[in-house]
T-cell receptor
Framework: NAGVMQNPRHLVRRRGQEARLRCSPM?????VYWYRQLPEEGLKFMVY????????ESGMPKERFSAEFPKEGPSILRIQQVVRGDSAAYFC???????????FGQGTRLTVV | AQSVTQPDIHITVSEGASLELRCNYS??????LFWYVQSPGQGLQLLLK??????LVQGIKGFEAEFKRSQSSFNLRKPSVHWSDAAEYFC????????????FGAGTRLAVHP
């Protein structure tokens, strides 16, 4: 059973471009979470999704950021018009139906130049 | 507001020495508590978790943690550290509400001297 898969592992974007980060949850998991880790900081919750539904987006910046988890395919975190302050590691986690544990992916490290 | 404090940013220990990493939380209800480890450039691996019951929790890699409600603490311990334990350690609180919305501390970076 493969773990949570995130790609790309590293992403470089110029200011003003779009960044798309993908997350495939563990097999059988229908709950996905996105977290952001700024340099020298802990992880900060961004959004919680179930298939085709955003359950809690209280940690998402109000502009430029969006997330989806379609019926088929991976969850996508999309950042439009990236700025230098978006440079961070973005982690995805998934959990099974009973929500007992979140399993984390290896993260996508976004660098905005 | 809910928060997690890890007072020690960096800790250095000698291989074979004992280890204690501190974690204090602020949360109104009974918390779900977690310790994760992150190796450089890697994701997070769960070491152990506390939901209820016995306040001394055993985890993987020889780690344990003790939940002390009176002190709002959930300190991580290991009796004898190995060089491979060098990593960053995060304490987290899981909020009630039925899903894994975790509040993380800022982390403690552990260095191990041979």
């Amino acid at each position: 059973n493969a773990g949570v898969m995130q790609n790309p592992r590293h992403l470089v974007r110029r200011r003003g471009q779009e960044a798309r980060l993908r997350c495939s949850p563990m097999k059988g998991h229908s709950h996905v979470y996105w977290y952001r880790q700024l340099p020298e900081e802990g992880l900060k919750f961004m959004v919680y999704l179930q298939k085709e539904n955003i359950i809690d987006e209280s940690g998402m910046p109000k502009e430029r950021f969006s997330a989806e988890f379609p019926k088929e395919g991976p969850s996508i975190l999309r950042i439009q018009q990236v700025v230098r302050g978006d440079s961070a590691a973005y982690f995805c986690a998934s959990s099974p139906w009973d929500l007992t544990e979140a399993f984390f992916g290896q993260g996508t490290r976004l660098t905005v130049v | 507001a809910q928060s997690v404090t890890q007072p020690d940013i960096h800790i250095t220990v000698s291989e074979g020495a004992s280890l204690e990493l501190r974690c204090n939380y602020s949360y109104g209800a009974t918390p779900y508590l977690f310790w994760y480890v992150q190796s450089p450039g890697q994701g997070l691996q769960l070491l152990l978790k506390y939901f209820s019951g016995d306040t001394l929790v055993q985890g993987i890699k020889g780690f344990e943690a003790e939940f002390k409600r009176s002190q709002s603490s959930f300190n991580l311990r290991k009796p004898s550290v190995h060089w491979s334990d060098a990593a960053e350690y995060f304490c987290a609180v899981g909020l009630s509400g039925g899903y894994n919305k975790l509040i993380f501390g800022a982390g403690t970076r552990l260095a191990v001297h041979p």
